[in-house]
């Protein structure tokens, strides 16, 4: 990955299930598992919440801005963010990365957690010693 950082390794036409890419962001600190999620459920966001134009021929349209759908899935980071009332967190990347713009307290980040460790399938995952990526059959 030309990301930098900690990586799961990921090459470009992997095709992997959730699973494996939470494992790959999860256990080795994967950046580049946590650009492949965001890229996946920016686009998923992006598109639900783009407003839908009508085309009408008579009409000249401009074509609607569509952020990055990385860019989307931090909005949404955010928005989760407040949500849960972390209120010193803001989130600048899908991944952590150094960026001014990241910023959270031990508080938020020890609340944090402690909502995570209520999902089943998180705690599984920051429990595991080692993991198999299994990939998906083409």
Same mark, same amino acid.
């Given at each position: 990955?030309?990301?930098?950082?900690?990586?799961?390794?990921?090459?470009?036409?992997?095709?992997?299930?959730?699973?494996?890419?939470?494992?790959?962001?999860? %256990?080795?600190?994967?950046?580049?598992?946590?650009?492949?999620?965001?890229?996946?459920?920016?686009?998923?966001?992006?598109?639900?919440?783009?407003?839908?134009?009508?085309?009408?021929?008579?009409?000249?349209?401009?074509?609607?801005?569509?952020?990055?759908?990385?860019?989307?899935?931090?909005?949404?980071?955010?928005?989760?963010?407040?949500?849960?009332?972390?209120?010193?967190?803001?989130?600048?990347?899908?991944?952590?990365?150094?960026?001014?713009?990241?910023?959270?307290?031990?508080?938020?980040?020890?609340? %944090?957690?402690?909502?995570?460790?209520?999902?089943?399938?998180?705690?599984?995952?920051?429990?595991?010693?080692?993991?198999?990526?299994?990939?998906?059959?083409?």
């Amino acid at each position: 990955s030309l990301l930098g950082g900690t990586t799961a390794d990921l090459e470009q036409g992997d095709k992997l299930s959730l699973q494996d890419l939470m494992y790959g962001m999860m %256990l080795p600190s994967g950046n580049d598992a946590a650009e492949a999620i965001a890229e996946y459920f920016g686009k998923i966001v992006r598109e639900a919440t783009l407003p839908q134009i009508i085309a009408d021929p008579t009409q000249v349209q401009e074509q609607p801005i569509r952020p990055s759908a990385q860019k989307v899935f931090v909005r949404e980071m955010n928005r989760i963010a407040r949500e849960l009332n972390l209120t010193e967190t803001v989130y600048a990347n899908p991944h952590g990365l150094i960026n001014y713009r990241n910023r959270s307290s031990a508080s938020d980040i020890a609340k %944090l957690s402690s909502i995570a460790m209520e999902n089943p399938e998180f705690k599984t995952i920051v429990k595991c010693g080692k993991y198999i990526c299994k990939g998906i059959n083409s």
